[in-house]
């Protein structure tokens, strides 16, 4: 008896391809040189916009598809010019969407890159389908068209889902810190003396990772586990009154945490800090 392949199952088996990692390689590395500046990354990530600009693309350019498509199956010849319209503002919106997908995908690893490459090579195709659609109705052949969008749709939404299993099952893109227990009692967490300007200092609060950083300016604490992927931040390097995440550059001010550059898009949660006694007391920020 035939063994039963449920869509997970087959996403497990992309993520396992390896022969698509030299295609994976050669265009992370592409990526990441388009996109080393802070404004590109930042505007790409949604940085500016507070979480990531990719899923609101996309739904611009899926939600101007699938109008299209309604418009063919209402039938009626004076929605001609509206179809093929809303066909071609998919494909104006795809470009900046893909833009900001490749952005946060190079910024992943192994069978999520893998499986993001087969997202990526999935809406190509839904792209050059839905272009010669709008080369069709342009050409009158309305049927046609409506049958290249139909089938463009079809593959997009298939590469759609690869997209959210990434987000929802894999956590690419999540806040890696949203459930954290932070206290808002005031902790012990280290001796004064152990604290060195301008090297970062782990500490645990109550089970919670967080990074005291004593400076020329005083002491800062944010969480540790950088909100982006995880990352530990008292690895990371500091520059001009930041944090920079080792894993992918995120870089965090330490004033208030606010994230000045991507692939972070919110904020590093913010530690009141203070020495006691010669003891090094945080607890949760207001």
């Known amino acids: 008896m035939a063994t039963r392949r449920d869509p997970q199952t087959l996403i497990d088996d992309i993520g396992k391809i ?46 101007a598809w699938l109008s299209a498509s309604a418009v063919d199956f209402a039938g009626s010849d004076a929605a001609t010019d509206t179809a093929r319209r809303l066909t071609a503002l998919g494909n104006i919106a795809a470009l900046p969407t893909m833009a900001s997908g490749l952005a946060d995908w190079s910024d992943t690893y192994g069978s999520d890159q893998r499986v993001g490459m087969v997202h990526a090579i999935g809406n190509t195709v839904a792209l050059g389908l839905q272009m010669a659609s709008y080369r069709a109705r342009r050409r009158g052949n309305r049927g046609r068209g409506a049958m290249l969008s139909l089938a463009g749709l079809g593959v997009a939404s298939a590469a759609g889902y690869l997209g959210g299993h990434l987000v929802f099952a ?57 909100v982006h992927a995880g990352g530990p931040l008292d690895e990371g390097e500091l520059v001009d009154g930041c944090l920079k995440c080792p894993w992918h550059a995120s870089t965090f001010r330490l004033q208030d945490g606010r994230a000045t550059r991507g692939p972070a898009t919110i904020g590093q949660p913010v530690w009141d800090v203070r020495v006691e006694a010669g003891r090094v007391e945080v607890r949760a920020a207001d």
């Open 18 to 63: 390896e022969a698509l990692d030299p295609l994976v390689a050669a265009v992370t590395k592409r990526v990441q040189n388009a996109t080393q500046s802070s404004l590109v990354k930042n505007a790409l990530s949604g940085t500016w916009l507070g979480h990531q600009l990719h899923p609101l693309l996309t739904d611009i350019t899926i939600g």
């Open 170 to 226: 894999r956590g690419v893109g999540v806040n890696h810190v949203a459930f954290e227990d932070r206290t808002s009692d005031w902790t012990d967490v280290a001796a004064a003396d152990a604290l060195e300007v301008d090297k970062p200092l782990r500490v645990d609060a109550g089970g919670v990772a967080v990074v005291v950083v004593k400076t020329e300016e005083g002491l800062f604490a944010l969480s540790n586990r950088c």
